[in-house]
Nanobody, 118 residues
Framework: QVQFVESGGGLVQPGGSLRLSCAVSRTIFSIYTMAWYRQAPGKQRELVAAISNRGTNINYADSVKGRFTISRDNAKNMLYLQMNSLNPEDTAVYYC???????????WGQGTQVTVSS
């Protein structure tokens, strides 16, 4: 069974930083391109960043480019998202999963809430 356990969210002031973590089932982690997604209230879930299985190919949504950094540790089956210069538009529940553009998306985890507010 594939599982995603996201953590690291919280309340942060505009301009602040957070680092999200996602623990991923060993059975899929080393195979798939992984991605972070977010869903703001009343909006569709959107892909924020993706990283190939070896970490050689990385891409970001325009809205986070230059502020967010995705990384992975294949030895630990962990996916990360470093978020800097946060603004209120980044407020959302953040999820990890495979990259839906190129592979099957598995059942979603609970996500981690990020709230950017003064």
């Amino acid at each position: 069974q594939v599982q995603f356990v996201e953590s690291g969210g919280g309340l942060v002031q505009p301009g602040g930083s957070l680092r999200l973590s996602c623990a991923v089932s060993r059975t899929i982690f080393s195979i798939y391109t992984m991605a972070w997604y977010r869903q703001a209230p009343g909006k569709q879930r959107e892909l924020v960043a993706a990283i190939s299985n070896r970490g050689t190919n990385i891409n970001y949504a325009d809205s986070v480019k230059g502020r967010f950094t995705i990384s992975r540790d294949n030895a630990k089956n962990m996916l990360y998202l470093q978020m800097n210069s946060l603004n209120p538009e980044d407020t959302a529940v953040y999820y990890c999963n495979t990259d839906q553009r190129i592979a099957t998306v598995f059942n979603w985890g609970q996500g981690t809430q990020v709230t950017v507010s003064s």
